[in-house]
């Protein structure tokens, strides 16, 4: 998976850019029954959640 953009030009204004890569401002996660979106959100709220805390494990 990933955000960057292809070689089409015609919404450039759209798009947001980053360390000179061109990126999506948003994406769709669209599929069957089934077929894993509501794990596949669960499991980045995880990784958002353990990377936010990560600070408060951190000995001093």
Do not use: C, F, W
């Not at 979106?37 to 805390?53: E, G, P, V, Y």
Request: charge should be positive; charged fraction near 20%; proline fraction near 2%.
């Amino acid at each position: 998976m990933s955000l960057s953009t292809n070689k089409d030009n015609s919404h450039k204004e759209n798009l947001l850019s980053y360390k000179s890569e061109r990126i999506l401002p948003s994406v769709a996660i669209y599929g069957a029954n089934a077929a894993g979106k509501s794990n596949l959100h669960k499991a980045m709220s995880a990784a958002i959640r353990m990377i936010r805390s990560s600070n408060n494990l951190q000995i001093d």
